[in-house]
C-alpha cells in the first residue's frame, strides 16, 4: 500500500513555490506499535520541515513485498529512502536499490549491520544501541529487587526468570538478551534462567509461550518462575496478561511478579506508573523522526549543491560516528519517568 501526502511549501505572493523534494517511507509492518510510532514521528517532523512529497509504504509485515515496494517506489518516484526493515537480509536489498537508483538510504531502528552499511557510502543509520536496553533493564530489576527484599519467593537464594525474545537471529533479540544476562551476572546478583521463547516481538506468540512455561514450570512461591524479561513491550504486556490470569500482578503486592519490557509504549508506561510493570526503556521515536528529516534535508541539500556542509553532530544534533551510524540515547523508565512522560502526553 502506498499512501502520498504532499506537504510542499506554501507560495508567497511573489516567489513561486519550490518544488517539493520527494521522500520515500518504507516500513516493515505499520501493525507494529513501536514501528507506528516511529512512522508518525517521521510523518510530523515531515510536515513541519515543510517542502517534502512523502510516500509512505506499508508491506504488512511481507518481506516479498518489501522488496516491491522498493523497486516500485524508486521506478515512480525516486528520492532518498527511509527504510524501517524486518532484517538485515532485506536492508540489503534496499540498499541495493537505493544504489541503482542513485539516491541514499536512512535505515531507522534496525541497525542495518556493517556489511550493509560498508557496501553502500550513501548508507546511514538512526538508532540505538540494542545492548543499552538489556543493561537498563538489569539496573531497572536490580533497583526492584532492593525495593522488594522479599523477591526470592521459592527460597532458593537466586532469582529464577523466563526471557520472552524477539526474533531468532535478529541482531537486537541477540544484544538485548546478552547484555541483560551478563549485566546481572556482572553485579553477583545469583539468577537462574528457567525458560526462553522466540516470540518475534508479537504479543500473542508471547502470551502463548509464557502460557507453556507456566505449564511446565509454574510460578513461584509453589512454581518456579519469579520473574518475566521481555525483549519489547508488547510481549511484556502479553505476559502480564498470562500472570493476571494466574492470580498475579492484579495489585496485590505479595502476587507481583517483576516484568520488563522496552519502547516505553503507552499501555506499558500506565502498568509501570501502577508498579504491575518493574520497569520499561524508552526509545524516542519523535527524536528518530526530527533527526531522520534533518539529515534527509541536508542529504538533499549536499546533493543539489545549495550547500556542502558536513553531517555532524553540529548540524544534527546527535554523534555521527565514522560508520555512519547515529545513535540516540535509551532511557530506564521506572514509575517516576513514567508519569512524567505519561504526563507529556506519551
Not at 69 to 78: E, G, I, Q, T, V
Not at 148 to 166: A, C, K, S, T
Request: net charge negative.
Amino acid at each position: 500500500r502506498a499512501a502520498a501526502l504532499a506537504l510542499a511549501l506554501a507560495a508567497l505572493p511573489t516567489v513561486a513555490p519550490a518544488a517539493p523534494r520527494t521522500v520515500n517511507a518504507f516500513y516493515h509492518d505499520l501493525g507494529d506499535t513501536f514501528v507506528s510510532h516511529i512512522a508518525g514521528a517521521v510523518e510530523r517532523s515531515a510536515i513541519e520541515a515543510r517542502g517534502f512529497e512523502f510516500f509512505t509504504y506499508d508491506a504488512q509485515g511481507d518481506p516479498e513485498a518489501e522488496g516491491r515496494n522498493f523497486r516500485d517506489a524508486l521506478a515512480s518516484h525516486p528520492g532518498p529512502m527511509l527504510v524501517v526493515t524486518h532484517d538485515p537480509g532485506t536492508a540489503a536489498l534496499a540498499s541495493d536499490a537505493a544504489i541503482r537508483a542513485g539516491v541514499p538510504v536512512v535505515f531507522l531502528n534496525r541497525d542495518p549491520g556493517d556489511a550493509v552499511l560498508s557496501a553502500n557510502p550513501q548508507s546511514w543509520y538512526i538508532g540505538f544501541q540494542p545492548r543499552l536496553a538489556g543493561i537498563y533493564q538489569a539496573q531497572l530489576l536490580l533497583r526492584h529487587l532492593k525495593d522488594h527484599p522479599g523477591w526470592d519467593l521459592n527460597g532458593n537464594g537466586r532469582l529464577d526468570y523466563v526471557l520472552l525474545m524477539g526474533e531468532r537471529d535478529n541482531p537486537d533479540t541477540i544484544a538485548r538478551s546478552d547484555a541483560f544476562e551478563k549485566a546481572m551476572l556482572a553485579t553477583g546478583q545469583q539468577m537462574g534462567r528457567v525458560d526462553a521463547a522466540y516470540c518475534d516481538w508479537d504479543g500473542a506468540r508471547a502470551s502463548e509461550a509464557l502460557g507453556r512455561m507456566v505449564e511446565r514450570h509454574g510460578i513461584a512461591p509453589q512454581g518456579a518462575i519469579e520473574a518475566v524479561v521481555s525483549n519489547n513491550d508488547v510481549m511484556a504486556l502479553a505476559a502480564l496478561g498470562v500472570l493476571r490470569r494466574h492470580g498475579y500482578n492484579g495489585g496485590d503486592p505479595a502476587r507481583c511478579l517483576p516484568v520488563l519490557g522496552v519502547d516505553a509504549i503507552h499501555n506499558a508506561l500506565l502498568e509501570v506508573r501502577s508498579g504491575a510493570m518493574a520497569g520499561t526503556v524508552f526509545q524516542d521515536a519523535a527524536l528518530y523522526g526530527t533527526t531522520a528529516i534533518r539529515l534527509v534535508s541536508q542529504l538533499l541539500d549536499n546533493r543539489s549543491g545549495r550547500y556542502d556542509e558536513p553531517i555532524d553532530e553540529e548540524s544534527l544534533g546527535l554523534p555521527v560516528g565514522d560508520d555512519r551510524r547515529i545513535l540516540t540515547p535509551y532511557v530506564p523508565i521506572d514509575s517516576g519517568r513514567a508519569q512524567r512522560l505519561l504526563d507529556a502526553g506519551r
